[in-house]
């Protein structure tokens, strides 16, 4: 009999890039499918739990497709096996995602984002988070932004685009994900930067970004602005490289604006990112791309695989970002604190603090889900 064919999370990336034809069976339950799955522009996707295909019933064949592929998708790949072979049996084209939701967590692509003689900018994008880090390269040295978890992931792409990785760096401390930053920086050999008001009571080893007004990478001509960027946490920091790119953290969103709650201190947080708003950031240029350290919704990719916006456009689209009225701008953006919060935030805060080591296991369970760390997305 055939064997299953059983595809990566990079090959199914691939395939959703290509335009290929294909269509998302996830047989998890409905909860779970509601809460976190895969997704793409113009994806098709389905959601028939497991035990449905169990009661041998006829009528959960009627919605399938029999003219387009098939990848069923479960949490860790046992599930989607075994219907991806109830279904080749009844002649569907069909095959299994390695390792299911699990893995589709770990996957990470990269994409260059801009590139010249000086200077070359690479977005990895973490699609099942909607988690955002930026490589910074210039004559041979590279900077790292907000690294994940995965540090093999950088090290792998510092031998691809071959540079030295120079400095790693934290915009925030991170609440829905584990940060690589510490790790990398000890790994290459890197200094790890973090604002000193985000590692306070920490026993991290750091350069504190606030003593940093640029950094320096590799050639002359790439200088990286350090702008504290108070609003989403107290010590959160944006970088913007040669007025062009603003690498704004979890500070401006594509969509939005950074939730200041999850410190429980929404409302002196929101004031913060007023003034960071109207005041440190009145001046950068509406053609200055703004580049995010997250995204909520699949629709933020643009069509060269970027997620990035000039900043213009998001002045332009954001009523919030219009709202000159501090009051009331307060009062909307600290009305957050209402939204959904990560889930194990405060675990994963420990754990980037240094304060909690967990093993490999347990990491990727408190990464499991959607991020969260988005408010105010345009409709």
Not at 266 to 276: G, Q, S, V
Not at 311 to 340: H, P
Request: hydrophobic content about 35%; some cysteine.
């Amino acid at each position: 009999m055939e064997q299953v064919r059983s595809i990566t999370a990079e090959e199914l990336h691939r395939k959703m890039s290509s335009g290929e034809d294909l269509v998302i069976l996830d047989v998890r339950n409905e909860t779970d499918y509601n809460d976190w799955k895969i997704e793409g522009k113009n994806l098709r996707t389905m959601n028939i739990p497991y035990f449905h295909f169990l009661e041998e019933d006829v009528q959960v064949y009627a919605g399938l497709p029999k003219d387009a592929e098939i990848v069923i998708v479960c949490a860790k790949g046992g599930a989607s096996h075994y219907v991806a072979e109830m279904l080749m049996e009844k002649g569907y084209n069909t095959c299994s995602l390695q390792g299911g939701m699990l893995a589709w967590s770990q996957f990470y692509h990269p994409t260059i984002v801009y590139m010249d003689d000086q200077l070359k900018l690479i977005q990895i994008n973490r699609l099942a988070k909607g988690c955002l880090s930026y490589a910074v390269i210039s004559d041979g040295k590279g900077m790292i932004i907000d690294p994940n978890k995965e540090i093999d992931v950088y090290i792998e792409l510092a031998k691809t685009h071959q540079f030295e990785i120079e400095h790693v760096v934290d915009s925030h401390m991170h609440a829905d994900h584990i940060t690589g930053g510490p790790r990398l920086a000890k790994q290459v050999g890197a200094t790890y930067y973090i604002s000193s008001e985000e590692a306070k009571g920490t026993n991290l080893k750091f350069e504190p970004l606030d003593r940093y007004d640029r950094i320096k990478v590799g050639d002359v001509h790439v200088e990286v602005l350090s702008i504290p960027t108070p609003g989403h946490t107290p010590g959160s920091t944006s970088f913007l490289i040669d007025n062009r790119f603003l690498l704004s953290g979890d500070t401006i969103f594509v969509g939005g604006l950074g939730r200041p709650d999850l410190g429980g201190k929404a409302k002196e947080w929101a004031e913060d990112l007023y003034h960071t708003v109207f005041f440190k950031l009145k001046d950068l240029p509406d053609d200055c791309l703004v580049l995010p350290a997250h995204y909520a919704d699949i629709q933020e990719i643009n069509d060269r695989g970027v997620v990035g916006e000039l900043l213009g456009k998001i002045r332009e689209n954001n009523e919030i970002m219009r709202n000159v009225d501090k009051a009331s701008f307060t009062e909307q953006v600290a009305s957050a604190a209402s939204m959904e919060k990560p889930p194990n935030f405060e675990e994963i805060v420990a754990i980037n603090r240094g304060e909690l080591q967990v093993d490999q296991e347990r990491a990727i369970e408190l990464e499991i889900g959607p991020n969260r760390c988005a408010v105010h997305h345009h409709g």
